[in-house]
């Protein structure tokens, strides 16, 4: 009689433990190509599998849970007679940057009462909040910040660029709250949706935005001394 022994496989987040549903995995024989099982892990993050002759044996992820990364490496494990092999296997969450670039109109003096207007994208000291568009969730369902919540304030520098702190994925909006000095405020807020792709530890998405100068006039009042 063949000697037998189980295999419980287990799929974990890799900061906080939490089991992770719904992974895609292989299991091959010890020549590492024949598949003998392909399925995923159950609602506690687990594959159980019973009765496997004793022997070595490779299992491999194909399709990790949405949000996180793929880990595509070949792991050995041993099947031992009459005993429960138990191996872990952890998924690390990506995350994500916004990268902003901020531009507007400039001038320069031709003339004593002359204005040359032109474009720059490169305008510095504009600040700018990171608020939730929605309440932003682990594939697991824990909540990292309600809607409305501001994750991150940014504020460009002197190339005009101003780059978020690794946040969470999901939908934001740039709420920006101060303009760089004779610059209008932008009122239009800028949605960003940060979204995974499993082979990208950091997912960068770039926006642009513009102010426009502060224009005003100057009244010139003449009055009669006499």
Same mark, same amino acid.
């Given at each position: 009689?063949?000697?037998?022994? +189980?295999?419980?496989?287990?799929?974990?987040?890799?900061?906080?433990?939490?089991?992770?549903?719904?992974?895609?995995?292989?299991?091959?024989? +010890?020549?590492?190509?024949?598949? $003998?099982?392909?399925?995923?892990?159950?609602?506690?993050?687990?594959?159980?599998? @019973?009765?496997?002759?004793?022997?070595?044996?490779?299992?491999?992820?194909?399709? #990790?849970?949405?949000?996180? !990364?793929?880990?595509?490496?070949?792991?050995?494990? &041993?099947?031992? +007679?009459?005993?429960?092999?138990?191996?872990?296997? &952890?998924?690390?969450?990506?995350?994500? $940057?916004?990268?902003?670039?901020?531009?507007?109109?400039?001038?320069?003096?031709? +003339?004593?009462?002359?204005?040359?207007?032109?474009?720059?994208?490169?305008? #510095?000291?504009?600040?700018?909040?990171?608020?939730?568009?929605?309440?932003?969730?682990?594939?697991?369902?824990?909540?990292?910040?309600?809607?409305?919540?501001?994750?991150?304030?940014?504020?460009?520098?002197?190339?005009?660029?101003?780059?978020?702190?690794?946040?969470?994925?999901?939908?934001?909006? !740039? @709420?920006?709250? @101060?303009?760089?000095?004779?610059?209008?405020?932008?009122?239009?807020?800028?949605?960003?949706?940060? &979204?995974?792709?499993?082979?990208?530890?950091?997912?960068?998405?770039?926006?642009?935005?513009?102010?426009? !100068?502060?224009?005003?006039?100057?009244?010139?009042?003449?009055?009669?001394?006499?």
């Amino acid at each position: 009689e063949l000697k037998k022994g +189980d295999l419980e496989l287990t799929k974990a987040d890799i900061s906080n433990g939490e089991p992770l549903p719904d992974t895609g995995m292989r299991i091959y024989l +010890d020549d590492k190509e024949t598949v $003998i099982f392909e399925g995923r892990t159950d609602q506690d993050g687990k594959i159980i599998l @019973k009765d496997l002759v004793e022997g070595n044996y490779y299992y491999q992820e194909f399709d #990790a849970p949405e949000g996180y !990364l793929i880990d595509e490496g070949l792991y050995p494990f &041993t099947i031992k +007679d009459g005993e429960i092999t138990k191996c872990e296997m &952890t998924n690390k969450l990506q995350m994500g $940057i916004i990268e902003l670039q901020k531009g507007g109109e400039t001038y320069k003096i031709k +003339d004593k009462d002359e204005y040359v207007y032109s474009k720059t994208n490169a305008l #510095a000291n504009a600040t700018f909040e990171v608020v939730a568009a929605e309440d932003i969730k682990s594939p697991t369902g824990k909540v990292y910040a309600r809607k409305g919540v501001t994750v991150a304030t940014i504020t460009t520098d002197e190339t005009g660029k101003a780059v978020t702190p690794e946040i969470h994925l999901g939908s934001y909006i !740039l @709420k920006e709250t @101060k303009a760089p000095e004779g610059y209008v405020i932008c009122s239009k807020d800028i949605p960003v949706l940060l &979204t995974a792709d499993e082979a990208t530890d950091v997912v960068t998405v770039k926006v642009n935005a513009e102010n426009r !100068l502060a224009k005003g006039t100057v009244e010139i009042t003449k009055t009669d001394v006499s």
